[in-house]
């Protein structure tokens, strides 16, 4: 087969299969497929003594790809580089750029750099009609951040596997996010709810339909009704008052539509309307991005680059839309001129937003080619698109006062004049705030001075609520709002704190574990600066400058690293040692009568005896609000022991819950803990394949459970346990499983096909599906 004239170089295969559609035989196109040269994994790879220089080493799997590049490489007049428009994207143009320049075959004048942010044929083909250079500042800015997040990762790890366990790891932006959940707890934990009142009169004009209207005065005074007896007082004052309408006020209201998304927006909305999390969503933008296969139209890319912080959008798109609208809703349905949205202050202009590549492709005319949750988002997109560029929601907005003796009530009204763009779409919230709770209604035709009829008067006893939990989608907007990472690394923040263990997610909330608690104190006491938020923000902001060429990414890391050894050589010294240190208790040990201590173990805190390992009494305790400690007596169960007579309780040991004799160390008898319908015929499972045996649930002695045939050992027939809940990636069952032999977590059935896994055990919910970790 003859060579072709032109290289182009990408990233996936996904993506290499659209481009081919839109360029001719002329051209040949390859797959990186992702990074082809990292940071070791054993070892810290920068030369601190030598400025910070990376020891850079070809990826497992990738030697054989970049085998194929350069060969193809060396036989093209010229190679366009086409990864991703961001610094990710840079960082593998230019790896792969010094692997061919290395061969010696090709001089850098023939590497040529080309960038799009839609998969488009005009996209494409101007892009390498007018081909740059490679973005030298735009790599060191992403160079930067891996060598930080390497020194961090790398230095403070250790200090933790040393003196808390190990396989703990810390990072630069991680740490941090973990710190905000942390604190939100500990907030939530403290919050006093305070008690108030309001007062409603339900009031009747002389049309229908009744209302609502609540008390906000006396006299010239705000009123804030703090209890039961000082509401009544009021409530038996205006029940014979005349109820009359004092003050009239008409207006107009306009509500625009939300900008289009950006990544972060994007994936905030995804968990608040799809419930999917930050980490499915960009899986499934991805694919969108690099195409789709659309029957006979091939494969084609739906929405532009979905990693951008800006919500500029091309003339050309604008003006589609426009049309699009007209056709569609009407003319009074598009502003006179089109919305303009303000970019966040570090936005790059050059990027667009996250949109529909075209408006031809209505998510009705592409949805019998795509998955489910594929078109669920992409028809999230499309509106939110569409609606950016249409008009502004109308309201008639009334509001009324109304007066009862020395008290003055009010009313609001809304009505809906003209829709506009909430026609098609409207934008999610995460938390209903509390003022919320009096809805505006409808309004009868009122008159000033108008006297009304009393029907009820309505006195009721609220109490002011903590902030809430975060939720994957509050999570991303506070990592936003207070500059911590960027969107483009927000899935794999979460991710990753889950699957450590600092943080759960139960019913769609987060919450910190004790080790997240734990590491977070100890990682601010030893490492202030590196778990200040403003830092970790400023950092992030002098990675930005880095990229614009407004500073030297050497002098950024040498600042850092100075204070940062610091920090490091005193911690390893001074940060609390949890493995070999215990805190001193009150309590007294119930078998020695020594005092008793804690300790850390596997699965947190909890209670030895000081004297361990002559006595080996270990018990749970709790801590309430002020610190006090008492013990958590092991729940007892109906069961008695088959040796001694006594009852069996429930504990805690290396593999989980397991049962045991009350009557320890006299009596050591312990057994497993079988779940409901366990050693039973597993209900409709078939027979086994094997020898047509009847299938039994089991447990495994990690705790896990296993399908296994009731003629072991004669047939050693054995699959995984199913749970009930399908893979949120790729659908199909999710099945116990055991890391190590350990631990159980819940993994998919295609593993390796699809990697997806959790510690926490997933539930059918309404809210929100667990978060997929990679569990190593």
């Given at each position: 087969?003859?060579?072709?004239?032109?290289?182009?170089?990408?990233?996936?295969?996904?993506?290499?299969?659209?481009?081919?559609?839109?360029?001719?035989?002329?051209?040949?196109?390859?797959?990186?497929?992702?990074?082809?040269?990292?940071?070791?994994?054993?070892?810290?790879?920068?030369?601190?003594?030598?400025?910070?220089?990376?020891?850079?080493?070809?990826?497992?799997?990738?030697?054989?790809?970049?085998?194929?590049?350069?060969?193809?490489?060396?036989?093209?007049?010229?190679?366009?580089?086409?990864?991703?428009?961001?610094?990710?994207?840079?960082?593998?143009?230019?790896?792969?750029?010094?692997?061919?320049?290395?061969?010696?075959?090709?001089?850098?004048?023939?590497?040529?750099?080309?960038?799009?942010?839609?998969?488009?044929?005009?996209?494409?083909?101007?892009?390498?009609?007018?081909?740059?250079?490679?973005?030298?500042?735009?790599?060191?800015?992403?160079?930067?951040?891996?060598?930080?997040?390497?020194?961090?990762?790398?230095?403070?790890?250790?200090?933790?596997?040393?003196?808390?366990?190990?396989?703990?790891?810390?990072?630069?932006?991680?740490?941090?996010?973990?710190?905000?959940?942390?604190?939100?707890?500990?907030?939530?934990?403290?919050?006093?709810?305070?008690?108030?009142?309001?007062?409603?009169?339900?009031?009747?004009?002389?049309?229908?339909?009744?209302?609502?209207?609540?008390?906000?005065?006396?006299?010239?005074?705000?009123?804030?009704l703090k209890n039961q007896a000082e509401t009544e007082a009021i409530?038996?004052?205006?029940?014979?008052?005349?109820?009359?309408?004092?003050?009239?006020?008409?207006?107009?209201?306009?509500?625009?539509?939300?900008?289009?998304?950006?990544?972060?927006?994007?994936?905030?909305?995804?968990?608040?309307?799809?419930?999917?999390?930050?980490?499915?969503?960009?899986?499934?933008?991805?694919?969108?991005?690099?195409?789709?296969?659309?029957?006979?139209?091939?494969?084609?890319?739906?929405?532009?680059?979905?990693?951008?912080?800006?919500?500029?959008?091309?003339?050309?798109?604008?003006?589609?839309?426009?049309?699009?609208?007209?056709?569609?809703?009407?003319?009074?349905?598009?502003?006179?001129?089109?919305?303009?949205?303000?970019?966040?202050?570090?936005?790059?202009?050059?990027?667009?937003?996250?949109?529909?590549?075209?408006?031809?492709?209505?998510?009705?005319?592409?949805?019998?080619?795509?998955?489910?949750?594929?078109?669920?988002?992409?028809?999230?997109?499309?509106?939110?698109?569409?609606?950016?560029?249409?008009?502004?929601?109308?309201?008639?907005?009334?509001?009324?006062?109304?007066?009862?003796?020395?008290?003055?009530?009010?009313?609001?009204?809304?009505?809906?004049?003209?829709?506009?763009?909430?026609?098609?779409?409207?934008?999610?919230?995460?938390?209903?705030?509390?003022?919320?709770?009096?809805?505006?209604?409808?309004?009868?035709?009122?008159?000033?001075?108008?006297?009304?009829?009393?029907?009820?008067?309505?006195?009721?006893?609220?109490?002011?609520?903590?902030?809430?939990?975060?939720?994957?989608?509050?999570?991303?907007?506070?990592?936003?709002?207070?500059?911590?990472?960027?969107?483009?690394?927000?899935?794999?923040i979460l991710s990753t704190i889950q699957q450590k263990g600092y943080?759960?997610?139960?019913?769609?909330?987060?919450?910190?574990?004790?080790?997240?608690?734990?590491?977070?104190?100890?990682?601010?006491?030893?490492?202030?600066?590196?778990?200040?938020?403003?830092?970790?923000?400023?950092?992030?902001?002098?990675?930005?400058?880095?990229?614009?060429?407004?500073?030297?990414?050497?002098?950024?890391?040498?600042?850092?690293?100075?204070?940062?050894?610091?920090?490091?050589?005193?911690?390893?010294?001074?940060?609390?040692?949890?493995?070999?240190?215990?805190?001193?208790?009150?309590?007294?040990?119930?078998?020695?009568?020594?005092?008793?201590?804690?300790?850390?173990?596997?699965?947190?805190?909890?209670?030895?005896?000081?004297?361990?390992?002559?006595?080996?009494?270990?018990?749970?305790?709790?801590?309430?609000?002020?610190?006090?400690?008492?013990?958590?007596?092991?729940?007892?169960?109906?069961?008695?022991?088959?040796?001694?007579?006594?009852?069996?309780?429930?504990?805690?040991?290396?593999?989980?819950?397991?049962?045991?004799?009350?009557?320890?160390?006299?009596?050591?008898?312990?057994?497993?803990?079988?779940?409901?319908?366990?050693?039973?015929?597993?209900?409709?499972?078939?027979?086994?394949?094997?020898?047509?045996?009847?299938?039994?649930?089991?447990?495994?002695?990690?705790?896990?459970?296993?399908?296994?045939?009731?003629?072991?050992?004669?047939?050693?027939?054995?699959?995984?346990?199913?749970?009930?809940?399908?893979?949120?990636?790729?659908?199909?069952?999710?099945?116990?499983?055991?890391?190590?032999?350990?631990?159980?977590?819940?993994?998919?059935?295609?593993?390796?096909?699809?990697?997806?896994?959790?510690?926490?055990?997933?539930?059918?919910?309404?809210?929100?599906?667990?978060?997929?970790?990679q569990v190593s």
């Amino acid at each position: 087969m003859a060579s072709s004239k032109y290289l182009v170089i990408v990233e996936s295969p996904a993506k290499a299969k659209t481009l081919k559609k839109y360029l001719g035989d002329d051209f040949q196109i390859k797959a990186t497929l992702g990074h082809v040269v990292d940071l070791p994994t054993k070892e810290l790879g920068v030369d601190v003594e030598k400025d910070f220089k990376p020891s850079y080493v070809t990826l497992r799997g990738r030697q054989e790809v970049l085998k194929e590049i350069t060969e193809a490489a060396a036989k093209s007049e010229k190679i366009y580089l086409a990864p991703d428009p961001d610094r990710e994207g840079e960082a593998i143009a230019w790896h792969v750029a010094q692997a061919i320049l290395s061969k010696k075959k090709k001089k850098r004048d023939s590497l040529y750099r080309a960038t799009f942010h839609e998969i488009t044929q005009n996209a494409v083909r101007w892009a390498i009609d007018h081909p740059s250079s490679l973005d030298e500042k735009k790599f060191n800015a992403q160079q930067a951040r891996r060598i930080l997040d390497r020194l961090v990762g790398y230095q403070i790890s250790p200090v933790l596997w040393e003196k808390v366990k190990r396989g703990l790891s810390a990072g630069r932006v991680q740490s941090v996010a973990v710190r905000l959940v942390v604190e939100r707890e500990r907030e939530i934990r403290s919050f006093v709810p305070q008690e108030y009142w309001s007062l409603d009169a339900l009031l009747e004009g002389d049309r229908p339909p009744p209302f609502k209207a609540r008390l906000q005065k006396k006299g010239e005074e705000k009123l804030e009704l703090k209890n039961q007896a000082e509401t009544e007082a009021i409530t038996e004052k205006v029940r014979g008052a005349k109820f009359q309408v004092v003050e009239i006020e008409s207006k107009e209201r306009r509500r625009s539509p939300a900008p289009p998304f950006i990544t972060s927006t994007l994936q905030q909305e995804a968990a608040r309307k799809l419930h999917f999390t930050a980490k499915r969503t960009m899986m499934l933008a991805q694919q969108l991005y690099e195409g789709v296969e659309l029957g006979s139209e091939g494969s084609v890319g739906l929405i532009t680059y979905m990693r951008t912080d800006s919500t500029h959008l091309a003339n050309e798109a604008v003006a589609s839309v426009r049309s699009y609208i007209v056709g569609r809703f009407g003319k009074e349905f598009v502003p006179e001129s089109p919305n303009i949205y303000k970019n966040r202050k570090q936005a790059q202009e050059a990027h667009e937003a996250v949109r529909p590549t075209s408006v031809e492709y209505e998510p009705d005319k592409v949805k019998p080619y795509l998955e489910k949750d594929l078109y669920r988002l992409y028809e999230l997109i499309w509106n939110r698109f569409i609606a950016c560029q249409m008009a502004a929601a109308l309201y008639d907005v009334t509001t009324v006062d109304i007066q009862a003796g020395e008290y003055r009530f009010r009313a609001t009204g809304s009505i809906l004049k003209f829709a506009g763009f909430i026609q098609l779409y409207v934008e999610g919230e995460d938390e209903k705030a509390a003022e919320e709770e009096s809805e505006e209604g409808t309004l009868p035709p009122l008159k000033k001075g108008q006297i009304l009829k009393l029907q009820e008067l309505k006195p009721e006893q609220h109490f002011t609520k903590p902030p809430p939990r975060f939720r994957e989608s509050s999570l991303v907007k506070e990592l936003e709002e207070k500059g911590i990472g960027r969107p483009s690394t927000y899935a794999s923040i979460l991710s990753t704190i889950q699957q450590k263990g600092y943080v759960h997610k139960e019913k769609g909330v987060f919450s910190p574990s004790d080790l997240g608690e734990l590491v977070t104190d100890l990682l601010i006491k030893s490492f202030p600066r590196i778990m200040d938020v403003e830092f970790t923000a400023g950092m992030e902001n002098q990675l930005d400058q880095v990229e614009e060429g407004e500073m030297n990414w050497l002098e950024l890391l040498r600042d850092f690293w100075k204070p940062f050894e610091k920090q490091v050589k005193t911690a390893k010294v001074k940060m609390r040692d949890v493995r070999r240190q215990s805190i001193p208790t009150d309590i007294v040990c119930d078998r020695c009568k020594s005092p008793m201590v804690i300790r850390w173990g596997r699965h947190g805190e909890f209670l030895s005896c000081s004297t361990y390992p002559e006595c080996k009494n270990i018990k749970e305790f709790a801590k309430d609000e002020n610190g006090k400690i008492t013990v958590k007596e092991a729940p007892t169960t109906t069961e008695v022991c088959a040796k001694c007579g006594k009852p069996m309780a429930i504990r805690r040991g290396r593999y989980g819950q397991f049962l045991a004799c009350t009557g320890y160390p006299d009596c050591k008898n312990t057994r497993a803990i079988h779940d409901e319908g366990e050693q039973k015929v597993m209900e409709g499972a078939p027979p086994c394949p094997q020898c047509g045996g009847k299938m039994l649930v089991k447990r495994a002695r990690a705790g896990q459970r296993f399908i296994a045939c009731d003629n072991y050992p004669k047939c050693k027939e054995a699959q995984p346990f199913p749970i009930g809940v399908n893979c949120p990636d790729c659908d199909s069952p999710l099945v116990e499983k055991s890391a190590k032999g350990r631990r159980v977590f819940y993994g998919c059935s295609r593993y390796p096909d699809c990697q997806y896994a959790t510690w926490e055990k997933p539930s059918v919910s309404t809210e929100e599906p667990k978060d997929p970790s990679q569990v190593s």
